[in-house]
T-cell receptor, first 116, second 108 residues
Framework: DTGVSQNPRHKITKRGQNVTFRCDPISEHNRLYWYRQTLGQGPEFLTYFQNEAQLEKSRLLSDRFSAERPKGSFSTLEIQRTEQGDSAMYLC??????????????FGPGTRLTVL | AQRVTQPEKLLSVFKGAPVELKCNYSYSGSPELFWYVQYSRQRLQLLLRHISRESIKGFTADLNKGETSFHLKKPFAQEEDSAMYYCALGGSQGNLIFGKGTKLSVKP
């Protein structure tokens, strides 16, 4: 499967614990995006990378959220001191960044986080 | 502010009937609009984008800048069209701004 992959697919954690999600984009896609989707809502943009550079992080929901893409390939999203309100589906998408216009984004299956 | 509005949470039609999923946007510049679809147990995928002006699976969408709309249409709905449909606006950083989605149910 050459699509975007995300691990784990499901994560159940207790309030206050830290969690980390991984996203592997389509090979050679230099843009990688993270979104969060809660019940009844569309995906909400969190942050994105152009290669290893994080070009936007002001949309991260709080300072408990951080993301990395150290070698410009896979990315991780970490949530520290989780809260019940963090329960959501976390989506990753990648795009080739071929033009100045908005490129087609290819989404992963998501990681569903449940905070007890 | 950049915003996408999909007024219908659920749209139910019979097979063979026409379908129109509404989408309105708010954007000060020249918008890029998309429709993404999520079939049951599958990932979100692009259905069509206004730049390409393609017809995908019989669906079309026309950008109406005067009405700030990008409604999705299909003349004859099929059962396999049942899915969640999201309208999205291209943001200033290449990100997507999504509406809340419309669940389309096509009944036999």
């Amino acid at each position: 499967d050459t699509g975007v992959s995300q691990n784990p697919r499901h994560k159940i954690t207790k309030r206050g614990q830290n969690v980390t999600f991984r996203c592997d984009p389509i090979s050679e896609h230099n843009r990688l995006y993270w979104y969060r989707q809660t019940l009844g809502q569309g995906p909400e943009f969190l942050t994105y990378f152009q290669n290893e550079a994080q070009l936007e992080k002001s949309r991260l929901l709080s300072d408990r959220f951080s993301a990395e893409r150290p070698k410009g390939s896979f990315s991780t999203l970490e949530i520290q001191r989780t809260e019940q309100g963090d329960s959501a589906m976390y989506l990753c998408a990648s795009s080739p960044r071929l033009a100045d216009s908005t490129d087609t984004q290819y989404f992963g299956p998501g990681t569903r986080l449940t905070v007890l | 502010a950049q915003r996408v509005t999909q007024p219908e949470k659920l749209l139910s039609v019979f097979k063979g009937a026409p379908v129109e999923l509404k989408c309105n946007y708010s954007y000060s510049g020249s918008p890029e609009l998309f429709w993404y679809v999520q079939y049951s147990r599958q990932r979100l995928q692009l259905l069509l984008r206004h730049i390409s002006r393609e017809s995908i699976k019989g669906f079309t969408a026309d950008l109406n800048k005067g009405e700030t709309s990008f409604h999705l249409k299909k003349p004859f709905a099929q059962e396999e069209d049942s899915a969640m449909y999201y309208c999205a606006l291209g943001g200033s950083q290449g990100n997507l701004i999504f509406g809340k989605g419309t669940k389309l149910s096509v009944k036999p």
